[in-house]
């Protein structure tokens, strides 16, 4: 498993509850979008786009689509580890990739496919994409985009 997530740089790490599991015995797939934001939530705190010091933010992050495509049903007890990579960056918006990893079965059990847009609170119009941002995201994955 340390492999897998290694070439990830951002790895977020969720325990498997007794209650996200449903009447069919196996993790809920709503539980998997609640992971997602997880994931993508700590993407961003990496790239140092939140600062949660009690001051409203003028200007962040909002959710423009997602999709999760599930490969392997999850059960408790088990940790699943999720490895998150920016897939796209597009002119209006960033495309994340979130890898989930069940520890128990070894396996990747499900992809997370998560359209971000850069939002001005106060105008209610998205923000392009910066130069700024792409180096960020570019220096935190050590890629070329």
């Given at each position: 498993?340390?492999?897998v ?14 209650g ?20 993508r ?6 790239l ?98």
């Open positions: 498993m340390k492999e997530v290694e070439k990830y740089a951002v790895v977020s790490t969720v325990k498997v509850q007794w996200d599991m449903d009447a069919l015995q196996h993790v809920n797939n709503v539980v998997y979008v609640r992971w997602g934001e997880t994931a939530i700590d993407y961003f705190r990496a140092g786009f939140f600062s949660f010091e009690g001051e409203k933010m003028k200007t962040g992050i909002i959710l423009g689509f997602q999709s999760v495509k599930y490969i392997a049903p999850v059960t408790y007890p088990d940790t699943i580890h999720i490895g998150t990579k920016t897939e796209e960056i597009r002119d209006d918006r960033i495309v994340l990739k979130s890898f989930y990893y069940s520890e128990k079965t070894q396996k990747l059990v499900a992809i997370k496919t998560h359209e971000i847009i850069l939002f001005d609170f106060k105008t209610q119009n998205k923000i392009l994409v910066s130069k700024e941002v792409v180096v960020q995201i570019s220096s935190l994955e050590n890629l070329q985009f």
